[in-house]
């Protein structure tokens, strides 16, 4: 399985530097066509880039998908300030993320709201990024695997496959902490999601599991040759262009 190197921008830049950095990131992949072999890339900017980074993929026909950070729970009608999965799709977008914890923590997001979100996505075809995660206290009482299995059980759609659902571990502690968690507790935890999906899933194997939280160039390595790590879920590191392919170049 190739690792999907998916970027969250989350709520920085400008259409400047979200048109920069994007092509940054596909003379860096057209640079060194190898990286194609062992990953997919996907970049999320704040919805009001996406224009911004899709005025660059399409002419330069980079091999590189965008998506959105998020999607309204429903199709459309009076929602101020949403943006639809249709829209999304609409637009070109392949991937959302939902669920993210800056939202759940933020917005109040519950499980079941991100349930219904997924569902939209994949009405319409798109792959959702489901993301989940304790939170350090929860960790620090030995309730994680409880927090994260609760997320998983309530999280994913009836309509939820292999193809169309993409699991994102991000341990809310590990987020923009620099304190990326251990090797061993990513093989814990992400060995216990896999089981997880067993129980939802028929085709569980074939599920993406990103990793999550404070990944960087120096880390990747020893993050992706933990068994069922199929990708990485970057914030700040996505922001810079060698970062970013840096990170790549260690799967
Ligand atoms: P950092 O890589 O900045 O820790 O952010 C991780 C994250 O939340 C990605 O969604």
Redesign the pocket.
């Known amino acids: 399985m190739k690792k999907l190197i998916?970027g969250?921008w989350?709520m920085n830049g400008s259409v400047a530097t979200a048109q920069t950095l994007t092509e940054d990131i596909a003379r860096a992949v057209a640079a060194e066509p190898a990286l194609l072999e062992k990953n997919d890339f996907l970049i999320c900017p704040p919805f009001l880039h996406l224009s911004a980074v899709r005025a660059v993929v399409i002419p330069m026909k980079a091999p590189i998908d965008f998506g959105g950070q998020d999607c309204a729970h429903t199709e459309d009608g009076a929602y101020t300030g949403d943006i639809s999965a249709d829209m999304l799709h609409d637009f070109g977008c392949r991937y959302v993320?939902v669920g993210?914890?800056?939202r759940r923590q933020h917005h109040n997001e519950t499980s079941e709201l991100v349930a219904a979100k997924a569902s939209r996505i994949h009405a319409k075809g798109m792959i959702a990024i489901i993301?989940v995660g304790e939170k350090e206290n929860e960790r620090g009482a030995g309730h994680e695997k409880d927090v994260v299995g609760q997320q998983i059980g309530h999280s994913l759609p009836s309509s939820a496959t292999a193809e169309n659902t993409v699991i994102?571990y991000?341990p809310v502690w590990?987020?923009?902490?620099?304190k990326?968690a251990t090797p061993e507790d990513i093989r814990v935890m992400h060995r216990f999601i896999r089981e997880k999906l067993q129980e939802k899933l028929e085709d569980s194997g074939r599920v993406r599991i990103l990793y999550?939280?404070?990944?960087?160039p120096d880390n990747a390595a020893a993050l992706f040759a933990v068994e069922n790590v199929d990708g990485a879920?970057?914030?700040?590191?996505?922001l810079k262009a060698d970062q970013y392919i840096g990170i790549a170049q260690a799967a």
């Open positions: 998916a969250n989350k993320i993210h914890s800056e993301c994102a991000e590990a987020i923009g902490t620099g990326s999550g939280g404070s990944v960087k879920l970057i914030g700040g590191a996505s």
